[in-house]
């Protein structure tokens, strides 16, 4: 029997980590939960704001929230971390956690915990991979259209207690990741410069 191949190392250790982050609220009664894996104003003195600041993307208040962030995560993730690398992807994404807890924390008063940020990050990152010479896929525009402007929408007409700020920020990051860094890598499908210059001629 072929061994298992642990294909995707920062996105199947994340989906591990959050894992256990919701096996040890379980066992702490939620304790985790409200002190360690979600964000929400507080003291700049609280010793534990920093780690709420990216631990928050790696809570989850039960299994089918859990299950939903990381099917897609999962799907998506190990084709974004083949095509930029682990150490970048996971960049994205302490990024993308950073600074949705900042903004929720700036305008929201409540709590917030999960993946979905960074689900949206990928999701639009993912379209992201037909920009090559300033060219603009149709695939992206309609993402942000749809994802982001139906979250736009929920969020001034549905109290749902899910954070559509959340969502709207991590696809916000999602689009400036994959305008800033897909060039830098060449052209579609994530050619490299040497070999867009054997093709063309040009770099």
Known sequence: MKKLDYNSPVVLTYAIA????????????GWT???L????????????????????????SGW?????????????????????????????????????????MLVSPAGLLGASGIVFMMIVLSSCAGLREGRVPITLLLILAIYLG???VTGFTVHDHISQLGHIVGGVCGAVFGLTFSER??????????????????L
């Open 37 to 60: 894996f979600s964000v929400y104003r507080c003291s700049p003195l609280d010793p534990l704001a920093c780690i709420r600041l990216f631990g928050h993307a790696i809570g989850h």
């Open 150 to 152: 139906e979250q736009v």
């Open 64 to 104: 089918s929230h859990y299950a939903g962030n990381f099917m897609m995560i999962l799907l998506l993730g190990p084709a974004l971390e083949e095509k930029y690398g682990g150490k970048r992807l996971l960049l994205f994404m302490l990024a993308t956690a950073a600074v949705t807890g900042l903004v929720h």
């Open 18 to 29: 959050a894992a256990l982050a919701l096996a040890l609220n379980r066992l702490t009664g």
């Open 33 to 35: 939960n409200a002190h």
């Open 185 to 202: 890598r060449g052209g579609y499908g994530g050619e490299s410069r040497e070999n867009r210059w054997l093709r063309t001629g040009k």
